[in-house]
């Protein structure tokens, strides 16, 4: 096991956490409506965490085919949290953006530099779950 802080979990696999790993939230509305002076008014009924992108400046070779694995479906994703909790949403992994170079370490195994992943978030949260 890598180490809770350290590490993120996409579909079962362990991977290293990402540079500046920080995730945001976005609003979600519903019935959103044009008054007549032109205002838009919407209700806000939740959030969920806005799609991001995961960088990493290197990978072991183990943890970018544990990556390249993923097939598009939803897949769970694990991580901490701000607060120190762990969580799980439901994301699909939509691109691997890479220009990923292989290099060998001392110990002759492979390792990939600058590799990045965009996700989409799927679960939405009421506001009351916070």
């Not at 949403?89 to 965009?118: C, M, N, Y």
Request: aromatic fraction near 10%.
């Amino acid at each position: 096991m890598i180490g809770i802080f350290n590490s993120i979990t996409i579909d079962n696999h362990e991977i290293y956490r990402g540079n500046d790993f920080t995730l945001s939230r976005e609003f979600l509305y519903a019935g959103e409506v044009e008054t007549c002076t032109g205002k838009r008014c919407a209700d806000l009924v939740g959030w969920r965490y806005a799609d991001t992108t995961i960088q990493w400046d290197a990978l072991p070779d183990g943890q970018l085919q544990s990556i390249l694995a993923l097939s598009g479906e939803q897949v769970e994703f694990t991580f901490t949290n701000e607060e120190d909790e762990s969580v799980t949403e439901t994301v699909i992994p939509r691109a691997l953006a890479s220009t990923a170079t292989r290099h060998t370490g001392r110990d002759g195994k492979a390792i990939w530099k600058g590799i990045s992943l965009q996700i989409q978030f799927i679960n939405a949260h009421n506001l009351e779950e916070e």
